[in-house]
């Protein structure tokens, strides 16, 4: 087990370097620059003020030199400074980090409330209207896109009752309230979405555990049937559950861009695509590489929890 | 059972239409009707024309639609916001104290205003920094003519190529409220900080240099600023109160470390600011600011203001519906809601000169032949573009702001020459070499689905004309690195916006064949010589009329299609007083906020709140 | 259950005419699985108008008609005195068409990236299983590092880069589809290989393609098409989603996602057909993949046999 994990974690250098140079490539590869879009504003400019602008930024210096500064940066988690706004790229993002986080939870805990809930009901009353009802509405809500659901959200309680959500953002710390009237409802818009398919998949694996031997024991042995259903039948049917929602909150994590910037909420995802329209490449850059970051660490405690969880599982050529 | 679950999914679906019909219609439950008004009402009331995203943002930030102030006119009926300043006695006076809450852009820029040419900056942070000189904002200027005033300084004279400018005794760097930078704080606007002001904008690693070109030096005398000009230009001045041009003082930048970028942000404007990247910026009225309105009370009248900062064009609406924005820019389609069922919001409609135009490789065939332009200008039906989607709200110009209303070519003139002829563009095709038409490929920067929909329309203009265009879309980004440059790199056509700029910027940045922004790689040495000449024309008169020529010259040879110039168009919310302001041509410190004032009694009845800050 | 059916019936019946076996295993499938036929059903519907869109379109979906702007559903066009039966949209052209030939956009768009993604991914999935050792490890490492690349970011990104084009949207949702499938499909493989018959495979010294080809690949097709059948979904979303962003398929071609998106979110109080009709086909379209892939893998899937 130990050799496993300390494996895994070794393993994860390489995957890094790959995304750091991925991400990389991918960002240069963009057209358009940061330059003349800060000067979008001026009449006329000469190519001499636009190249001076380009060393300013360091953007002159050869890919490679640029691609090296950046992977050896990345080693003591130093990202370079935004192209827009001068600010360390790191800053940035560590202080945005704890609202997406906060958000992607909360859409977590709506998906996983909800997905469980419903998928257990649809199993335990298999066949039933109740459940054709719910899977159709799971079905249901993976066919809207998240921007229209925000959309709606928005605009509902404003053409019904001529009440809007409250517009600017607050840590929750500072104003709990103002900071809930926000992320409930942007929550909600993703995480019915993201609730889909937990939904789905705590229904399948209900019914099997449903059908396995140790449940038709705890029938003979007489036990309620609620209590068959919670106390044996929940806890084996939630594993592989659980698994799946450990990777779905780290890719809610990346799923936060369109509601972000629907509600107003000032994330991670919204300065992400805040950079790329301005081409402001070293953040972009910095923050794919913590979303991706994040993302490979989940994956890696899911992996290693998946282990403790059922110890069926081997390790040998994972 | 059996039949029960076959007969279930099908009850299902369609319960689930009608839910999410119920939800599409937000309710209404007659969407027939809807629709019709609909249709009614945008054909009848002029109602209007763009998201003010696709016209007036030229040179603005995506999406961002709350710039645009206004003017004169006060379309709606409700009782009409006039200048505190204005004549006439019956008007309400202004009240100090209050907050107006507006929409713009996010401040996640850098801080320093000789580093950014956006808007975005200049509705946030820039709102704490003033000019030299400034464009006047009042009902009796009208849609793009100007009249400049001072500011920080408050008396100039140019004496050939001797320039010297009055420093304001009265202005002041802010103290409370600002950051603390020692030595600065609420000390004297000097002379000597003029001249560093200018030179960081003039300087290296400024982006506003194109300003100061004729500036061959600057110096500080007592309380006076002395320039020595190059050659004499009609356009210092102007350009020393162009928007851009804010001062910074030296305390500040050295705090900063040789730069603004991150601050500190102190002024001499009537508000300080303060700033949540992307939540709000937060301006408070700067008890010391040093201008007054013209019965000498002190400006602001606001307390405060708050820049709300809402990327979703939806959500911004929804905002100012549930009053929680002052103002905001509209769409059409926003208007006929307003007009259904806000009666109390007032509307401003100003016409502005950004534009959207259509550039051409005027180096390469067939581009480089007169004819072929002119026939495509003849294939677009302008004003079938405006009514469809703009509402019937665009005007026709050469998207240049000029010196003066004398200066511009008259309406009937351009709708003389842009009336959609087909068979006229055909014969000019036909003599240009094409009679089966042209194939040609066509760029479009996509700022919004707006523009979109413009060039969908004007592909099926084109096309009954027989100019078959295949459409390429790219992203601002794209569009502004490749083709809104010297010498774009596209093929065949491009569509895109441009911002407002004055007639000499735009001519010697566009049309000079030397000129930085030259995408469409026009070399006309006579138009060269007329534009050089009308730079350096000091008689205003004179100069009129030469800008009257080139425009007519422009107008025959079609170096750009221009397709529309638009309007800005605001709606704000009863209380908020004195909105109404000419665009004049300060972009883009066009809104001043000084001159805002709300009413009490209104506000407290509309927000339905105690809340008032005084 | 499919393969048994057919066996079980040519049993039964000697060899009846493929016809009627089909539409006896249609009657079936449509008994045990009625939910999912109503899937299939939406399906048929889908690639019906799809192939067929340019014959039962009433009207050219690209024609503009300026002055029949936003007309209602079941209305008649002020100017052209068109008949149209879900109304126009803001620049007056006709819904029914556009939504058609959006049928058309979407199922090219959304099959192509399928077929592309989930092909390329079961390859390397399945390579990558069978090879093992280091050729195993390196390609995890990049398939991991494609994996955490956040999905719209990434699609977004590969289409600024490549530029707007129906086939780059293509291209974009195919790569980030590769990664979680070939994952999903390395695993199964990695199962498969357990099992005694790929042993013996090796035994009588079987060629490695011929392991591959007859063995190996029918043996985690089960699991390729049930993944197939749930991306097929998300590629429409998240199609919709690029061109909410404004990188989808450009325009002027009818997409369901541009649709959606565009100019219809500025139109929702006053013109809600607008927004409603590619909104219903999207979710029509998904939610009829998703009940038809479930359906596949109850029959499909071993362990799902006897459940509904």
Known sequence: MQTYILRRVLLMIPTLMLVAIGIFVLTHLMPGDVIMIQLEGAASFTPEQYESIKKELGMDKPYIYQMGKWLWGLTHLDMGNSLWNNKPVTEEIFSRLPTTLQLAFMAFIVSSVLGIVFGVVAAIRQDTMLDHVTRIFAVGGLSLPDFWVGTLIILLPIIWFNWGFQTTYADPWEDFGRNMQLMVPAATAIGVRASASVMRLTRTTMLEVLRNDFIRTAHAKGLRERMVIYRHALRNALIPVVTVMGTQLSRLLGGTVIVEMLFAIPGVGRLLLDSITQRDLTQVQGNIMVIAGIFIMMNLIVDISYGFLDPRIRYGRL | MRKFRLLAPALLASGMLAMLLIMGCGGSDDDSTTTSTTTESSSAASTAASSSSSTSEAAAETKEEAKAEATTATTTETTSAAAPAATSGDVAQPQYGGEWTFQSTSPRIGQDPINTTGTGYFYNWGTALSSLLRYKMDPSICSGCYEIIGDLADSWTVDGLDVTLHINPDAKWQGSGAPTVAGLNGRNFTAEDAVFGVKRLAGEGSYHVGYWAAMESVSADGDNVKFKLKYPSATFIPNVAYGFNKMSAPEAVDAGGGNLQNGPTIGTSGFTVDCEVDVQCVYTRNPDFHLSDDNGNQLPYLSQARNIIIPDVQARFAAFRARKLDTHGITAEQRIIIDRQYPEIQNDEIKHYGSWFIHFRNDQAPWNDKRVRQAVSKSIDRQEIYDTIYGGLAHMSLAMAMPAAEAYLPQEEFKKAWKRDCTEAKSLLTAAGFPDGLDAKFWVANYSETTIAVVELMQQQLKECGIRIELFIHDRATYLARVFTRHGEFEDMAYGPQGIFTADQWLSAYYHSEGGRNSSWTDDPELDKMIDAQRQQMDPAKRNQELLDIQAYLLDQTYQAVILTGYSRTSHQPYIKNYAYSSGLDYPGRRHVEHIWVDKDEYLTYRNEKEWID | ?308
């Not at chain 3, 195993?136 to 530029?163: C, E, Y």
């Open chain 3, 1 to 308: 259950m499919a393969q048994e059916q057919v066996i079980d019936t040519l049993q039964e019946r000697g060899n009846p005419p493929f016809l009627q076996r089909f539409i006896k295993s249609t009657l079936r499938f449509i008994k045990k699985k009625p939910v999912g036929a109503f899937g299939a059903l939406l399906m048929i519907i889908m690639i019906f108008c799809a192939g067929t869109a340019q014959w039962i379109s009433p009207y050219d979906p690209y024609q503009v008609h300026p002055r029949d702007r936003i007309t209602g559903t079941f209305e008649r066009g002020e100017d052209t005195g068109n008949y149209y039966i879900l109304g126009t949209d803001e620049i007056g052209r006709d819904l029914l068409s556009r939504t058609i030939y959006g049928a058309r956009t979407s199922v090219t768009v959304s099959f192509l990236a399928i077929i592309i993604g989930t092909t390329t991914g079961s390859v390397i999935g399945m390579v990558s299983a069978f090879f093992g050792g280091k050729f195993d490890l390196v390609i995890q490492r990049i398939i991991d590092a494609m994996f955490a690349f956040p999905l719209l970011i990434f699609a977004l990104a590969i289409v600024s880069v490549v530029g707007q084009s129906m086939m780059n949207v293509v291209m974009a949702l195919a790569i980030v589809l590769i990664p979680s499938v070939a994952r999903t499909v390395r695993g199964a493989a990695l199962s498969v290989m357990e099992m005694p018959y790929m042993e013996s495979c090796r035994t009588i010294g079987a060629s490695t393609f011929r392991t591959v080809a007859l063995h190996l690949m029918p043996n985690v097709t089960a699991v390729i098409i049930v993944l197939a059948s749930i991306q097929l979904g998300s590629a429409i979303i998240v199609e919709a989603s690029l061109s909410f962003l404004g990188l989808g398929t450009p325009p002027p071609t009818p997409s369901w996602g541009a649709m959606l998106s565009g100019s219809s979110r500025n139109f929702l109080e006053i013109a809600p057909h607008m927004a409603i009709i590619p909104g219903m086909a999207i979710s029509m379209a998904v939610l009829g993949i998703n009940l038809l892939g479930d359906a596949i893998r109850d029959l499909w899937d071993p362990r799902m046999r006897g459940s509904q």
